[in-house]
Structure formats: C-alpha cells, structure tokens
C-alpha cells in the first residue's frame, strides 16, 4: 500500500517554462513533507520542505504548495533550468506523532527533464 | 556534502554469498538509514538506528540484518544474498528526530548473480 504516491514517472518541460511535479499522500499522520533531488550516480540531496501548519514555502525558483484537505503538494520550479533535469522524489514524514525516528517514506519519483 | 562514505561503491557477488556494506560518517549524527532504491519503487527504507546498538527495521527488511557499534558506523549485511537482493543502497544521517533533511551517501551498486 503506497502511501506517497508520484503518478507521473517523467515529465519534459521546456527551458523557461515552468515545471510543476504533483504527490499525493493517503496517510493523514504525515504532518512533514520534502522534495529531494537525484542526479545520476548520486544520492538524493534535500530540495525544500513544509510543514503541516503551512500552504506553501517559497526557496528561490523553488516553491512548494501544500493541500491538506486533498493530500496533495506539489513543486513548481520557474524558470526550468537544463540543470533542474534529475529525478524528483516526494517525500513525507510523520514527524510529531509518529516520533519521527523512522525516517522517511518516498514516492516513486518523477523524472524530470527540461528540453533546450 | 555532510560527510558521508559508503563502501564499497561498487560490488557484483553471488547468490548465497554474505555481503556487508558499510556507511561512515563525520557528523556526529544521532540518527543513521539504510534505503535501496529500485526501479518503479522509488527509495524503501531497509534498517534504521536512532543510537548505538539501537536499531530498528523498517519497510523492506526482510534478508537484511544491521549493526551500530560506533555512533559513526552503520553496518548492512546481507547474510545469503538474492538476485532480488541486486540494488543500489543509499546511506542517510539525521541529526533530527527523522525531521526531514536526511542527508544521503553516494550509494553502493550491488549486483547479485
């Protein structure tokens, strides 16, 4: 049973415009959520995040929207950059009342690619 | 780059053989995962340790064994590997109680034949 899911495994968006990547999550104790990012050969490295008790969280061309009600956050990265092409993982976390020890559950991530 | 390390970066083994991987860290963090990501699967989490000695399993354990003897090692063994064991195994620190921000290694590509 998946509890964070990313229904869209790539998406291809032209330089410049913008990228929006869509999660959805069935637990209602996740009250912590993350984008993380993959390069080939890598490890995922941390994007952004929000809590629960906020909507959205702004990081520069990076903003994540959160919808509690519809358990669904999603990541909008305008302008799109050649270099924003990786894999983009959701991620959540439920911090407070699960203690939090646990770590993180993923989605399958989405493959991002940003065409010249 | 938090100081991560996993070794080894690369291994091909057996079906039946044991394997350990390893991930060391210079951070001093309290809180240390195993997670081995796969195609159409995304990153599952394998081991988890809030402590030396103290350790705890996570989603897909089942095959994998841990030990935390130092704060800044955190050992995977697989005690008979399986082709469905064939991987790529990522080491991530947190200094918080799984608060977010986990900070991943460079992975280990595990190949079972």
Request: one cysteine or more.
């Given at each position: 049973?998946?509890?964070?899911?990313q229904n869209s495994p790539s998406l291809s968006v032209q330089e410049g415009r913008i990228s929006i990547l869509n999660c959805?999550?069935?637990?209602?104790?996740?009250?912590?959520?993350?984008w993380?990012k993959k390069y080939p050969?890598?490890?995922?490295?941390?994007?952004?995040?929000?809590?629960?008790?906020?909507?959205?969280?702004?990081?520069?061309r990076f903003?994540?929207?959160?919808?509690?009600?519809?358990?669904?956050?999603s990541l909008h990265i305008v302008p799109s950059q050649p270099g924003d092409s990786a894999v983009y993982f959701c991620?959540?976390?439920?911090?407070?009342?699960?203690?939090?020890?646990?770590?993180?559950?993923?989605g399958k991530g989405t493959h991002l690619i940003i065409q010249p | 780059?938090?100081?991560?390390?996993?070794?080894?970066?690369?291994?091909?083994?057996?079906?039946?053989?044991?394997?350990?991987?390893?991930?060391?860290?210079?951070?001093?963090?309290?809180?240390?995962?195993?997670?081995?990501?796969?195609p159409?699967?995304?990153?599952?989490?394998?081991?988890?340790?809030?402590?030396?000695?103290?350790?705890?399993?996570?989603?897909?354990?089942?095959?994998?064994?841990?030990?935390?003897?130092?704060?800044?090692?955190?050992?995977?063994?697989?005690?008979?590997?399986?082709?469905?064991?064939?991987?790529?195994?990522?080491?991530?620190?947190?200094?918080?109680?799984?608060?977010?921000?986990?900070?991943?290694?460079?992975?280990?590509?595990?190949?079972?034949?």
């Open positions: 049973d998946q509890q964070v899911k959805d999550y069935t637990n209602s104790m996740f009250d912590y959520f993350l993380y050969a890598e490890g995922p490295t941390f994007l952004i995040s929000i809590s629960s008790i906020k909507d959205k969280n702004e990081d520069g903003t994540v929207f959160l919808n509690k009600s519809a358990k669904h956050l991620a959540a976390s439920a911090g407070r009342s699960g203690g939090g020890a646990d770590g993180l559950t993923f | 780059d938090a100081g991560i390390t996993q070794s080894p970066r690369h291994k091909v083994t057996e079906t039946g053989t044991p394997v350990t991987l390893r991930c060391h860290q210079t951070e001093n963090h309290r809180y240390m995962y195993w997670y081995r990501q796969d159409g699967h995304g990153l599952r989490l394998i081991h988890y340790s809030y402590g030396v000695k103290d350790t705890d399993k996570g989603e897909v354990s089942d095959g994998y064994s841990v030990s935390r003897s130092k704060t800044e090692d955190f050992l995977l063994t697989l005690e008979s590997a399986t082709s469905s064991q064939t991987s790529v195994y990522f080491c991530a620190i947190s200094e918080g109680q799984g608060r977010g921000k986990l900070f991943f290694g460079s992975g280990t590509q595990l190949s079972v034949l």
